[in-house]
T-cell receptor, first 111, second 113 residues
């Protein structure tokens, strides 16, 4: 079993829809949680970073962490075609200095 | 300022050959990371440098893989006796220090025929 599980999709939704992306993890040592966006043939870019249970909002994006359930989510409101990309969850233990990624979910927003 | 750059962007080689992949981190970033991303998968950690020294090389798959960062800036990932299974995108990232955001380069796409 992988330390981080993420549904690879693909996920296809109409423009303006609310998108929910999720990851589960098994390692309780993970303390820091990130969402990266990766466009085709590009490197991952950081979208959201959080280290505590609860919600963190940034514009149309909301990251949610539930450490008791070992479950994290990313919500995208008012989705746009430019949001079409692969979304990767990533986690890091205290002092570990290496990110453990999920498989990535390929998302397409249809105009 | 410039982001993380990686060269070459694409590399095609034959099984058994030696390859070097280069990473130029963001200026001033002391930490540098290498990851490998296979098709349809998330990146997997290979090695992490703090300054010139490899602080964690636990992700290197075997002794054919080696990385250096002699002056604490540019890093080179070296793969000996390449195998077809080494085909992947090799990503480099850098950060300004411990626990700081990792910024990724565009990757080098390695194809071993």
């Amino acid at each position: 079993q992988k330390e981080v599980e993420q549904d690879p999709g693909p996920l296809s939704v109409p423009e303006g829809a609310i998108v929910s992306l999720n990851c589960t993890y098994s390692n309780s040592a993970f303390q820091y949680f990130m969402w990266y966006r990766q466009y085709s043939r590009k490197g991952p870019e950081l979208l959201m970073y959080t280290y505590s249970s609860g919600n963190k909002e940034d514009g149309r994006f909301t990251a949610q962490v539930d450490k008791s359930s070992k479950y994290i989510s990313l919500f995208i409101r008012d989705s746009q075609p430019s949001d079409s990309a692969t979304y990767l969850c990533a986690m890091e233990g205290e002092g570990a200095q290496k990110l453990v990624f999920g498989q990535g979910t390929r998302l397409t927003i249809n105009p | 300022g410039a982001g993380v750059s990686q060269t070459p962007s694409n590399k095609v080689t034959e099984k058994g050959k030696y390859v070097e992949l280069r990473c130029d981190p963001i200026s001033g970033h002391t930490a540098l990371y290498w990851y490998r991303q296979s098709l349809g998968q998330g990146p997997e950690f290979l090695i992490y440098f703090q300054g010139t020294g490899a602080a964690d090389d636990s992700g290197l798959p075997n002794d054919r893989f080696f990385a250096v960062r002699p002056e604490g800036s540019v890093s080179t990932l070296k793969i000996q006796r390449t195998e077809r299974g080494d085909s992947a995108v090799y990503l480099c990232a850098s950060s300004s220090g411990v626990g700081e955001t990792q910024y990724f380069g565009p990757g080098t796409r390695l194809l071993v025929l």
